[in-house]
């Protein structure tokens, strides 16, 4: 799977828009690129996921750039209980009775929502 | 999507001892998956539990350490063996159902073990 970079923090005032950044330049033409977050001391939780066109649904919108090396996870008005480490893991599509369904998780970034 | 109950929540245990952690689901699901996570670190992913066969570890995880039941679609355990401190993390139950196809996948809410 291609590796992602994310800055390690951010910090986003309550009620803005929050830009959560990846990058992910090896990128293959069958991987996706899907969002997680972890709220502290809960597991993880699902977000978004995309392959090449923006997505958007109630939770957040996915930008992916045209030449998929990038992409931008916004949270467009941000509130305090949105604050969470925020992952970027690019994988193939996850398929029914698929060999390779492992999650892999980087660093990810944690984003502070200030009042 | 599923709904994941992991037990115990935390636990605090004796150094050389065991902790077995459980997995239960409330659907079948195809995967399950054990993680752990260490203080301020991410999830590291220690291996898949099969249904009915011996559990995919990843590389720096072994069986010995961590043996992985799954005796049904619905339910795994992770044992932590022969504890040492090195072993106080959060450990993390995943499963995969039909629904996570489309909406990812579903994490329990975590066992915080802390070794003494």
């Known amino acids: 799977d291609a590796k992602t970079t994310q800055p390690p923090s951010m910090d986003c005032a309550e009620g803005r828009a929050a830009n959560l950044p990846c990058n992910h330049s090896t990128i293959s033409g069958n991987e996706y690129v899907y969002w997680y977050r972890q709220i502290h001391s809960q597991g993880p939780q699902y977000i978004i996921h995309g392959l090449k066109n923006n997505e958007t649904n109630e939770m957040a919108s996915l930008i992916i750039t045209e030449d998929r090396k990038s992409s931008t996870l916004i949270l467009p008005h941000a509130t305090l209980r949105d604050t969470a480490v925020y992952y970027c893991i690019v994988r193939p599509r996850v398929l029914y009775g698929g060999a390779t369904n492992k999650l892999i998780f980087g660093t990810g970034t944690l984003l502070a929502v200030q009042p | 999507s599923a709904v994941i109950s992991q037990k115990p929540s935390r636990d605090i245990c004796q150094r050389g001892t065991s902790l077995t952690i459980q997995c239960q689901v409330d659907s079948q699901v195809t995967m399950m998956f054990w993680y752990r996570q260490q203080p301020g670190q991410s999830l590291t992913l220690i291996a898949t539990?099969?249904?009915?066969?011996?559990?995919?570890?990843e590389s720096g995880f072994v069986i010995d350490k961590f043996p992985i039941s799954r005796p049904n679609l619905t339910f795994s355990t992770l044992t932590v063996s022969n504890l040492s401190p090195e072993d106080s993390s959060i450990y993390l139950c995943?499963?995969?159902?039909?629904?996570?196809?489309?909406?990812?996948?579903?994490f329990g809410s975590g066992t915080r073990l802390t070794v003494v």
């Open positions: 995943s499963v995969l159902d039909a629904a996570a196809y489309n909406y990812g996948y579903t």
């Open positions: 539990a099969n249904q009915g066969s011996e559990a995919t570890y």
